[in-house]
Protein backbone atom coordinates (compact mmCIF):
# COMPACT_ATOMS: atom_id res chain seq x y z
CA UNK A 1 0.00 0.00 0.00
CA UNK A 2 1.01 3.46 -0.12
CA UNK A 3 2.81 5.00 2.76
CA UNK A 4 4.64 7.84 3.45
CA UNK A 5 8.17 8.18 5.77
CA UNK A 6 9.61 11.53 7.18
CA UNK A 7 12.34 12.11 9.57
CA UNK A 8 11.60 11.92 12.94
CA UNK A 9 11.62 14.53 15.32
CA UNK A 10 11.77 16.78 17.58
CA UNK A 11 13.94 19.04 15.35
CA UNK A 12 15.35 21.64 17.36
CA UNK A 13 17.43 25.17 15.46
CA UNK A 14 18.40 28.13 15.91
CA UNK A 15 16.87 30.95 14.44
CA UNK A 16 17.89 31.87 11.17
CA UNK A 17 19.14 28.30 10.92
CA UNK A 18 18.54 26.13 7.50
CA UNK A 19 15.89 23.49 7.51
CA UNK A 20 15.31 20.69 5.97
CA UNK A 21 12.85 17.72 6.93
CA UNK A 22 13.01 15.00 4.47
CA UNK A 23 10.33 12.68 3.18
CA UNK A 24 10.22 9.68 1.26
CA UNK A 25 7.39 8.06 -0.40
CA UNK A 26 5.77 4.39 -1.45
CA UNK A 27 2.93 4.71 -4.19
CA UNK A 28 0.82 2.85 -6.67
CA UNK A 29 0.65 5.23 -9.44
CA UNK A 30 1.51 8.81 -9.66
CA UNK A 31 0.81 10.13 -6.30
CA UNK A 32 0.42 14.46 -5.67
CA UNK A 33 2.80 15.28 -2.09
CA UNK A 34 1.66 17.34 0.13
CA UNK A 35 3.42 19.24 3.71
CA UNK A 36 0.56 19.90 6.12
CA UNK A 37 1.41 22.32 8.96
CA UNK A 38 0.29 22.15 12.77
CA UNK A 39 0.68 25.05 14.65
CA UNK A 40 -0.24 24.24 18.61
CA UNK A 41 -3.95 23.67 19.17
CA UNK A 42 -4.94 24.15 15.67
CA UNK A 43 -5.72 21.78 12.63
CA UNK A 44 -3.57 21.11 9.69
CA UNK A 45 -3.02 23.60 7.20
CA UNK A 46 -2.10 22.74 3.78
CA UNK A 47 1.76 24.71 3.57
CA UNK A 48 3.07 23.58 -0.20
CA UNK A 49 1.82 20.78 -2.84
CA UNK A 50 2.93 19.26 -5.88
CA UNK A 51 1.26 17.42 -8.47
CA UNK A 52 3.73 16.18 -10.94
CA UNK A 53 7.56 14.99 -10.90
CA UNK A 54 9.72 17.91 -10.90
CA UNK A 55 7.18 20.37 -9.87
CA UNK A 56 8.43 22.75 -7.36
CA UNK A 57 5.91 23.61 -4.39
CA UNK A 58 6.78 26.93 -2.50
CA UNK A 59 4.77 29.35 0.24
CA UNK A 60 6.04 31.09 2.98
CA UNK A 61 9.67 30.74 2.26
CA UNK A 62 9.18 27.03 2.14
CA UNK A 63 9.97 25.04 -0.38
CA UNK A 64 9.82 21.00 -1.67
CA UNK A 65 10.66 19.17 -4.87
CA UNK A 66 8.94 16.18 -6.51
CA UNK A 67 11.77 13.68 -6.85
CA UNK A 68 10.31 10.83 -9.09
CA UNK A 69 13.63 9.50 -9.37
CA UNK A 70 14.22 9.28 -5.10
CA UNK A 71 10.62 8.89 -4.81
CA UNK A 72 10.73 12.31 -2.15
CA UNK A 73 9.49 15.54 -1.61
CA UNK A 74 12.18 17.29 1.24
CA UNK A 75 10.66 20.32 2.68
CA UNK A 76 13.58 23.12 2.91
CA UNK A 77 13.53 26.55 4.08
CA UNK A 78 17.08 28.99 4.09
CA UNK A 79 16.31 30.89 7.16
CA UNK A 80 13.64 29.53 9.66
CA UNK A 81 11.44 31.85 12.52
CA UNK A 82 10.36 31.15 15.51
CA UNK A 83 6.97 31.22 14.20
CA UNK A 84 7.76 28.21 12.09
CA UNK A 85 7.79 26.16 15.64
CA UNK A 86 4.96 23.35 14.09
CA UNK A 87 4.57 19.97 13.46
CA UNK A 88 4.91 19.60 9.80
CA UNK A 89 3.52 16.09 7.94
CA UNK A 90 4.28 15.21 4.56
CA UNK A 91 1.37 13.18 3.14
CA UNK A 92 0.53 11.80 -0.36
CA UNK A 93 -3.00 11.39 -2.05
CA UNK A 94 -3.93 9.37 -5.43
CA UNK A 95 -7.08 11.18 -7.14
CA UNK A 96 -9.66 7.93 -7.56
CA UNK A 97 -12.87 9.75 -8.75
CA UNK A 98 -13.90 11.20 -5.24
CA UNK A 99 -11.77 9.63 -2.94
CA UNK A 100 -8.54 11.55 -2.57
CA UNK A 101 -7.50 9.67 0.37
CA UNK A 102 -4.49 11.55 2.25
CA UNK A 103 -1.77 9.19 3.36
CA UNK A 104 -0.06 10.90 6.32
CA UNK A 105 3.33 10.69 7.68
CA UNK A 106 3.89 10.56 11.46
CA UNK A 107 5.01 14.20 11.64
CA UNK A 108 8.30 16.23 12.65
CA UNK A 109 7.74 18.96 15.66
CA UNK A 110 10.12 21.63 14.94
CA UNK A 111 11.11 24.26 17.47
CA UNK A 112 13.09 27.37 16.73
CA UNK A 113 14.72 28.99 19.32
CA UNK A 114 15.75 32.68 19.25
CA UNK B 1 -15.03 32.37 6.41
CA UNK B 2 -15.51 29.85 8.96
CA UNK B 3 -14.61 26.80 6.32
CA UNK B 4 -14.64 23.86 8.43
CA UNK B 5 -16.03 23.89 12.01
CA UNK B 6 -16.37 20.81 14.62
CA UNK B 7 -18.00 20.45 17.84
CA UNK B 8 -17.31 20.17 20.54
CA UNK B 9 -13.40 21.03 20.81
CA UNK B 10 -13.02 19.30 24.24
CA UNK B 11 -15.10 16.03 25.83
CA UNK B 12 -14.53 13.80 28.24
CA UNK B 13 -16.70 10.44 28.66
CA UNK B 14 -16.75 7.19 30.61
CA UNK B 15 -16.04 3.75 29.08
CA UNK B 16 -19.53 2.79 27.63
CA UNK B 17 -20.98 6.08 26.88
CA UNK B 18 -22.11 7.03 23.27
CA UNK B 19 -20.92 10.15 21.68
CA UNK B 20 -21.42 12.34 18.42
CA UNK B 21 -18.78 14.52 16.72
CA UNK B 22 -20.15 17.11 14.58
CA UNK B 23 -18.54 18.92 11.59
CA UNK B 24 -19.92 21.14 9.22
CA UNK B 25 -18.23 22.67 5.79
CA UNK B 26 -19.53 25.77 4.38
CA UNK B 27 -17.24 25.68 0.88
CA UNK B 28 -19.47 23.46 -0.78
CA UNK B 29 -16.58 20.61 -1.04
CA UNK B 30 -17.81 17.24 -2.15
CA UNK B 31 -16.10 14.71 0.21
CA UNK B 32 -15.61 14.76 3.91
CA UNK B 33 -13.38 13.01 5.98
CA UNK B 34 -12.43 11.78 9.36
CA UNK B 35 -9.02 11.18 11.07
CA UNK B 36 -7.67 10.22 14.52
CA UNK B 37 -4.35 12.18 15.75
CA UNK B 38 -2.40 9.96 17.68
CA UNK B 39 1.40 10.61 19.05
CA UNK B 40 3.90 8.85 17.03
CA UNK B 41 1.14 7.97 14.40
CA UNK B 42 0.22 10.76 12.45
CA UNK B 43 -3.30 11.38 11.58
CA UNK B 44 -4.90 8.01 10.11
CA UNK B 45 -8.60 8.33 8.57
CA UNK B 46 -11.47 6.47 10.30
CA UNK B 47 -14.07 6.84 7.43
CA UNK B 48 -15.30 9.15 4.86
CA UNK B 49 -17.56 9.97 2.35
CA UNK B 50 -17.15 10.96 -1.12
CA UNK B 51 -20.17 12.58 -2.07
CA UNK B 52 -23.58 13.44 -0.58
CA UNK B 53 -25.22 9.76 0.53
CA UNK B 54 -21.90 7.52 0.24
CA UNK B 55 -19.63 6.49 2.98
CA UNK B 56 -16.84 4.61 2.81
CA UNK B 57 -14.62 2.95 5.67
CA UNK B 58 -10.64 4.15 6.20
CA UNK B 59 -8.10 2.87 7.65
CA UNK B 60 -9.42 2.28 11.72
CA UNK B 61 -13.02 2.53 11.04
CA UNK B 62 -13.91 -0.30 14.41
CA UNK B 63 -15.35 1.36 17.02
CA UNK B 64 -16.99 4.04 15.06
CA UNK B 65 -19.87 4.75 12.91
CA UNK B 66 -20.36 7.95 10.61
CA UNK B 67 -23.34 9.59 9.02
CA UNK B 68 -23.20 12.11 5.50
CA UNK B 69 -26.27 14.02 6.94
CA UNK B 70 -26.41 16.23 4.05
CA UNK B 71 -23.96 18.23 1.79
CA UNK B 72 -22.12 20.43 4.66
CA UNK B 73 -22.33 17.72 7.45
CA UNK B 74 -20.62 14.89 8.35
CA UNK B 75 -20.96 13.34 11.83
CA UNK B 76 -18.94 10.86 13.65
CA UNK B 77 -20.23 8.67 16.46
CA UNK B 78 -18.87 6.54 18.99
CA UNK B 79 -21.63 4.15 19.64
CA UNK B 80 -19.46 2.70 23.34
CA UNK B 81 -16.09 4.69 24.07
CA UNK B 82 -13.32 2.56 24.88
CA UNK B 83 -9.89 4.55 26.90
CA UNK B 84 -8.48 3.02 22.96
CA UNK B 85 -10.67 5.85 21.52
CA UNK B 86 -8.64 8.78 23.41
CA UNK B 87 -7.48 10.80 20.78
CA UNK B 88 -7.90 13.98 18.95
CA UNK B 89 -10.17 13.97 16.14
CA UNK B 90 -10.31 16.35 12.71
CA UNK B 91 -12.97 16.46 10.14
CA UNK B 92 -11.83 17.71 6.86
CA UNK B 93 -13.23 18.80 3.22
CA UNK B 94 -12.08 18.89 -0.21
CA UNK B 95 -14.02 19.57 -3.24
CA UNK B 96 -13.38 16.10 -4.38
CA UNK B 97 -15.77 13.96 -7.16
CA UNK B 98 -12.18 13.93 -9.22
CA UNK B 99 -13.19 17.13 -11.06
CA UNK B 100 -10.84 19.20 -9.64
CA UNK B 101 -8.32 16.15 -8.57
CA UNK B 102 -5.52 16.60 -6.77
CA UNK B 103 -6.61 19.55 -4.05
CA UNK B 104 -6.42 19.82 -0.45
CA UNK B 105 -8.26 19.18 2.17
CA UNK B 106 -9.28 21.84 4.60
CA UNK B 107 -9.45 20.73 8.33
CA UNK B 108 -10.94 21.85 11.31
CA UNK B 109 -9.42 22.77 14.48
CA UNK B 110 -10.10 19.40 15.79
CA UNK B 111 -11.79 17.89 18.83
CA UNK B 112 -9.87 16.53 22.18
CA UNK B 113 -12.14 13.64 23.40
CA UNK B 114 -10.41 11.49 26.50
CA UNK B 115 -12.60 8.32 27.44
CA UNK B 116 -11.72 7.25 31.13
Known amino acids: GDSVTQMEGPVTLSEEAFLTINCTYT??????LFWYVQYPGEGLQLLLKATKADDKGSNKGFEATYRKETTSFHLEKGSVQVSDSAVYFC?????????????FGTGTRLTIIP | NAGVTQTPKFQVLKTGQSMTLQCAQDMNHNSMYWYRQDPGMGLRLIYY???????DKGEVPNGYNVSRLNKREFSLRLESAAPSQTSVYFC???FGQGLRSNQPQHFGDGTRLSIL
Open chain 2, 49 to 55: SASEGTT
Open chain 2, 92 to 94: ASS
Open chain 1, 91 to 103: ALTISNFGNEKLT
Open chain 1, 27 to 32: ATGYPS
